[in-house]
């Protein structure tokens, strides 16, 4: 079995890669997103630009969250309104929003003060996907890499909107078993979701494809687990998953 790893590690990629050495896996690691002649592989970790051309030329599927599953969330699990809109609409927006891509990267995820801040068409096709959320704080913020419905590894990764690593408390690990019992069939079998505190209460921040979110102080091993049911062969996917595949994943491409 082989995990193919993009040309740039970050610190989060080594572990899982390492954690992959110890399992007995074989990696590899593209110099370039040209998938060479002869690889073979059934499972990636990558960010999106690089998992769209590889994953493909390699049979490789990748499971994401649907895009409007934040946006389809009631408020007691959000603490905040979450719209789901091509970016045409948004740029009528004319007070400050959160804005952010359900699955990629193709807008910055910030607070735009207006609409019209957003990247134009232009730069965009206008019915490009956003999710648009209310202005919120969040005191503190965990990953969850969950697996079959349970949370099977987690971390903190920030508080107040700066970088802060630490273990996961049993309160964020009991708020996403609580997630998963009434929507964790909206969601793929491994995924990650991010959730945090708003003023005292429990709520989502967003849902992340785990073969491309970093672990942060996760147990490498356990992620690594996620990881792989997250990005494998694509015919090792059921019915079950089969709805969350990310599209380009299912699509037959040439190799470069």
Do not use: C
């Not at 593209?30 to 493909?56: E, I, K, M, Y």
């Not at 997630?179 to 989502?204: C, E, K, M, S």
């Not at 997250?230 to 996917?237: D, L, R, Y």
């Amino acid at each position: 079995m082989t995990l193919v790893l993009p040309p740039r590690l970050t610190a989060s990629a080594e572990a899982v890669r390492d954690a992959a050495h110890r399992r007995g896996l074989r990696t590899v690691q593209l110099p370039t997103f040209a998938v060479p002649d002869g690889l073979r592989a059934g499972h990636l970790h990558a960010g999106p630009s690089f998992a769209d051309v590889v994953a493909p030329a390699l049979d490789i599927a990748l499971l994401q969250a649907p895009e409007d599953w934040l946006a389809r969330l009631p408020y007691d699990y959000t603490r905040r309104e979450i719209l789901a809109m091509p970016i045409r609409e948004a740029y009528e927006l004319r007070r400050p929003a959160f804005v952010k891509s359900p699955n990629d990267k193709e807008i910055r995820a910030v607070v735009y003060t207006d609409g019209s801040r957003l990247p134009g068409p232009d730069q965009l096709d206008p019915q490009t996907p956003v999710l648009v959320s209310d202005v919120v704080e969040f005191t503190a913020e965990y990953r969850l890499h969950l697996l079959d419905g349970a949370v099977h590894t987690g971390s903190q990764y920030a508080e107040r909107g700066k970088l802060r690593l630490g273990p996961l408390p049993s309160d964020a690990s009991a708020f996403g078993a609580e997630l998963l019992d009434a929507y964790g069939h909206t969601l793929p079998t491994a995924i990650v979701v991010d959730v945090g505190v708003v003023d005292g209460r429990w709520a989502v921040v967003e849902a992340n494809a785990a073969w491309a979110s970093g672990i942060y102080a996760a147990d490498p091993r356990r992620a690594l687990d996620v990881v792989l049911r997250a990005a494998g062969p694509i015919g090792a996917f059921g019915t079950r998953d089969r709805p969350y595949l990310r599209p380009s994943a299912s699509l037959p491409q040439p190799r470069l």
